[in-house]
């Protein structure tokens, strides 16, 4: 492990630079142009188990894992040697393919809201066609979602919206019309009585709840005791739908996803990331009588030239049967507690303010007292020390992710010597650069 005190960033910089003249910002998703943090990106070179390399010789210990894909660990070697027999049969069809069914049937066994399932391409692609299938079996038009909460970047959804628009500070995206956005309805995480408001508000006029069963995309932030359950009750009472955004906690809290590790069924799910085992992925999916109004079985229109490709089902397949492994998700817990509680340790033993938690191999901390319930709580945190810390930790070999507001990620290749090296290098950071 190659413990690095001051950062050789000479090609990142030359590419970083290349590239803002041919990419809006020179990145191809926000938060990667580190914004939030300062100073300039570093560009990936490869990637393998727990570690990244970069285009200058330096080497990571990864908690980004691709956003949460990395589940198995980058390139894992199963997954890697099932991509070349797939490769062999090609990479898209464009029509039926048998894998699809493979994937679908493990799916469906697996997240207990699911009876059938649509594969699309992205977690956005997901969850603009799932707005799509609430309004449409409700025959109503407005969604309440949750401040901070992350559903892709569909006109709907750019409503007091996390990830990529916290990390920037946009309160909205220009270009979305005030008219597509009247129809969505916000709340705090966390806050039933918020919901009882709204739903009494707008009487028969809500098609359904989308929530973040985990909220990610403001930071790591769980659920309150009983919030998941109030917003199950809520929503049968006022005959309106509940949708879990799972694109970031499924198969990845539990194999069941956050439906599983809380016993809260929701009437629709979306899904991405973990399913793709690495490559673009996304689906959708709920009960039997609502999937089937979705074309060609019913009146839903929803499409995808890319949909269900091979590459992506044979990477989801592969991870799949990993994950179904024995203790898989108890090393992952073990794994990311020692990881998440030594953070808070050293940050009170160093005199920050410190705030987080974790649920199996998915983690988040805040330089905040606390305690962080939802996106107003998080933005209270120091962003400035936060910062100075992803600087820190990055000369001291340790990728995080480049935002306050972004969850972070453990994988199954990760040891506990990698969470030693980490914790020896924040103990170092926090003692000396923040």
Not at 38 to 57: E, Q, T
Not at 253 to 276: M, N, R, S
Not at 288 to 312: D, F, R
Not at 341 to 363: C, D, V
Request: aromatic share 8%.
């Amino acid at each position: 492990m190659i413990a690095t005190t001051q950062l050789k960033t000479t090609n990142s910089e030359e590419i970083f630079a290349a590239a803002q003249k041919l990419m809006p910002g020179g990145v191809s998703s926000p938060v990667r142009a580190f914004k939030s943090v300062g100073g300039k990106p570093i560009v990936f070179d490869r990637v393998l188990g727990a570690y990244i390399w970069d285009v200058d010789g330096n080497q990571y210990i990864d908690y980004v894992g691709s956003w949460g894909p990395a589940i198995c660990g980058h390139t894992h070697p199963e997954v890697i040697a099932a991509l070349h027999d797939a490769l062999n049969k090609g990479t898209s069809f464009g029509a039926p393919c048998y894998l699809e069914n493979v994937l679908a049937q493990m799916v469906i066994d697996a997240v207990p809201s699911i009876e059938m399932v649509r594969f699309v391409n992205s977690g956005t692609e997901a969850c603009m066609a799932v707005l799509r299938l609430m309004r449409a079996f409700t025959g109503r038009e407005k969604v309440i979602k949750f401040e901070g909460c992350y559903h892709g970047h569909a006109d709907m959804f750019l409503v007091k919206a996390g990830s990529g628009i916290a990390t920037l500070g946009l309160p909205d995206s220009p270009g979305v019309p005030k008219s597509v956005t009247s129809n969505t309805l916000t709340a705090p995480f966390n806050d039933l009585e918020a919901v009882k408001v709204l739903f009494e508000q707008n009487r028969d006029e809500i098609a359904g709840v989308i929530v973040e069963p985990v909220v990610g995309n403001a930071g790591f932030i769980p659920p309150a005791a009983g919030f998941l359950e109030g917003l199950r009750t809520i929503t049968q009472q006022h005959g309106a739908l509940l949708v879990f955004d799972e694109v970031m906690t499924g198969f990845r809290i539990a194999y069941g996803g956050a439906q599983e590790k809380f016993g809260v069924i929701p009437d629709l799910t979306t899904l991405g990331k973990v399913i793709g085992g690495g490559l673009p992925v996304g689906a959708y999916g709920g009960r039997q009588e609502i999937m089937s109004m979705v074309a060609p079985a019913g009146s839903v229109y929803q499409a995808g030239t890319l949909s269900g490709n091979p590459l992506a089902m044979t990477a989801g397949i592969k991870t799949l049967e990993l994950l179904q492994q024995p203790g898989t998700y108890e090393y992952l817990d073990g794994l990311t507690k020692q990881l998440a509680e030594g953070m808070l340790e050293i940050a009170k033993e160093t005199g920050h303010a410190a705030w987080g938690g974790h649920i199996s191999g998915m983690f988040g901390f805040f330089f905040n007292q606390g305690p962080v319930r939802n996106y107003e709580d998080a933005k209270k945190s120091d962003l400035s020390k936060f910062a100075r810390f992803h600087r820190g930790m990055l000369e001291h070999g340790v990728y995080l992710a480049p935002s306050q507001f972004e969850a972070g990620f453990t994988s199954l290749a990760h040891t506990k010597a990698d969470i030693d090296r980490t914790l020896e290098a924040a103990r170092a950071v926090c003692f000396s650069s923040i």
